[in-house]
């Protein structure tokens, strides 16, 4: 098992920046790529970036890339989602989630994700 939580989340305006953590207990995080997803109200869930288990690859969602950094320290077992520029269209529950998937497409898709966190919400006022 694997115990995230998820923190850094709150009201911004547009153009803002926010850095949302998550943090993980139980089994090796290290293992585990790790994936930050997000959900609007009334929308499906949606991936916005991935991170593999070494930190050496990452992935963004069109509308993250350019704006969003993922990152890990997997010496403290937390995963960063750095977002700047935010914009309203951003707000939404952010949630992150491990995945013992390791290709690049694979972690790309909620599907292959084994454990999720809580969430935390953003919202982006303009």
């Known amino acids: 098992q694997v115990q995230l939580v998820e923190s850094g989340g709150g009201l911004v305006q547009a153009g803002g920046s926010l850095r949302l953590s998550c943090a993980a207990s139980?089994?090796?995080?290290?293992?585990?790529?790790m994936g930050w997803f997000r959900q609007a109200p009334g929308k499906e869930r949606e991936f916005v970036a991935a991170?593999?288990?070494?930190?050496?690859?990452?992935f963004y969602a069109d509308s993250a890339k350019g704006r969003f950094t993922i990152s890990r320290d997997n010496a403290e077992n937390t995963v960063y989602l750095q977002m700047s520029s935010l914009r309203p269209e951003d707000t939404a529950v952010y949630c992150c989630?491990?995945?013992?998937?390791?290709?690049?497409?694979?972690?790309?898709?909620?599907?292959?994700?084994?454990?999720w966190g809580q969430g935390t919400q953003v919202t982006v006022s303009s």
């Open positions: 989630a491990a995945s013992g998937a390791n290709t690049a497409a694979m972690i790309q898709r909620e599907s292959w994700y084994d454990y």
């Open positions: 991170i593999s288990w070494s930190g050496g690859s990452t």
């Open positions: 139980g089994r090796a995080f290290r293992n585990y790529a």
